[in-house]
Nanobody, 121 residues
Framework: QVQLVESGGGLVHTGGSLRLSCVASGRSFSAYVMAWFRQAPGKEREFVAAISWNGGSTYYADSVKGRFTISRDNAKNTVYLQTNSLKREDTAVYYC??????????????WGQGTQVTVSS
């Protein structure tokens, strides 16, 4: 069993930055593919970024490529999402997930409760 707790969300102006964190408790954090998803009001949850168990591979949605960076620190059981050049359309609840399998299509078993990111003009 893995529990995931996100933090770091908030209100930011367009062009600004936020660093989201997700701390995992439980066993075997370093074995999991970790990812960030987001869900905007009235829309379905969408994939944002994923990182392999050792941080050696990353994968991004086209909408955030070049602006967001996913990273992890297995010693701290934490995965990060650095969000830069934020746009209004990045406004959403951001969720952390832990899963198994190929980084581009893993099976996600655990989800956090989410952290709100609001981008205003």
């Amino acid at each position: 069993q893995v529990q995931l707790v996100e933090s770091g969300g908030g209100l930011v102006h367009t062009g600004g930055s936020l660093r989201l964190s997700c701390v995992a408790s439980g066993r075997s954090f370093s074995a999991y593919v970790m990812a960030w998803f987001r869900q905007a009001p009235g829309k379905e949850r969408e994939f944002v970024a994923a990182i392999s168990w050792n941080g050696g591979s990353t994968y991004y949605a086209d909408s955030v490529k070049g602006r967001f960076t996913i990273s992890r620190d297995n010693a701290k059981n934490t995965v990060y999402l650095q969000t830069n050049s934020l746009k209004r359309e990045d406004t959403a609840v951001y969720y952390c997930a832990a899963g198994w399998g190929d980084i581009k299509n893993p099976s996600y078993d655990y989800w956090g409760q989410g952290t709100q990111v609001t981008v205003s003009s």
